[in-house]
């Protein structure tokens, strides 16, 4: 049972442009959410996270929206530069804040930038 | 130079023969976990630590065992692999109270 939930495999967007990556969950309990970006061969890194008391979260070129009601978030980049090319990946825990073990991920999307 | 090593990176096994993948890290974090990541499943957790001596199982936990002794080193084993634990593994650590993991280079792990 998947309790995070990337549904599309692939995003592509031209540079310049806003990519918008999105990401459902079923668990009520998850409380913290967080994404990651991944390159081939490499070890996933940390993007930005936001606490279920907040509604969005900015930094920089990347901001992520929560809905708390619609059990639904969702990251934007922009503009999209063809270095985030990349595997996202969000990832949700029941625990608030910074103090969390237990995290569940997403399958990630592959997005692509073109130049 | 901060960082997580695991050894080994390539694997390739027998179903039954025991074996540990070894995670260790010099950054002196409280925190640190083992994923593997499968096509079209993304990653997921398999243990988890808070600190030493504490573990908790993630969502996958099943055929796999972990200890914390040392606040640096947190190894997996694998009591009797099978070939359903075919997969690309990645330990992390990370600082209690920042987001930010620092993720091993992976080891890929095939069990025939």
């Known amino acids: 049972d998947q309790q995070v939930k990337q549904n599309s495999p692939s995003l592509s967007v031209q540079e310049g442009r806003i990519s918008i990556l999105n990401c459902d969950y079923t668990?009520?309990?998850?409380?913290?959410f967080l994404w990651y970006k991944k390159y081939p061969a490499e070890g996933p890194t940390f993007l930005i996270s936001?606490?279920?008391?907040?509604d969005k979260n900015e930094d920089g070129r990347f901001t992520v929206f929560l809905n708390k009601s619609a059990k639904h978030l969702s990251l934007h980049i922009v503009p999209s530069q063809p270095g985030d090319s990349a595997v996202y990946f969000c990832?949700?825990?029941?625990?608030?804040?910074?103090?969390?073990?237990?995290?569940?991920f997403g399958q990630g999307t592959i997005l692509t930038v073109h130049p | 130079e901060a960082q997580v090593t695991q050894n080994p990176r390539y694997l390739i096994t027998v179903t039954g023969k025991k074996l540990t993948v070894t995670c260790s890290q010099n950054?002196?974090?409280?925190?640190m976990s083992w994923y593997r990541q499968d096509p079209g499943l993304g990653l997921r957790q398999i243990y988890y630590?808070?600190?030493?001596?504490?573990?908790d199982k993630g969502d996958v936990p099943e055929g796999y065992k972990v200890s914390r002794k040392e606040k640096r080193n947190f190894p997996l084993i694998l009591e009797s692999p099978s070939p359903n634990q075919t997969s690309l593994y990645f330990c992390?650590?990370?600082?209690?109270?920042?987001?930010?993991?620092?993720f091993g280079p992976g080891t890929r792990l095939t069990v025939l």
């Open positions: 630590s808070m600190n030493v001596e504490v573990t």
């Open positions: 990832a949700a825990s029941p625990a608030g804040g910074t103090s969390y073990g237990k995290l569940t």
């Open positions: 668990n009520s309990m998850f409380d913290y």
């Open positions: 992390a650590s990370r600082s209690q109270g920042l987001n930010e993991q620092f």
């Open positions: 950054m002196n974090h409280e925190y």
């Open positions: 936001i606490s279920s008391i907040k």
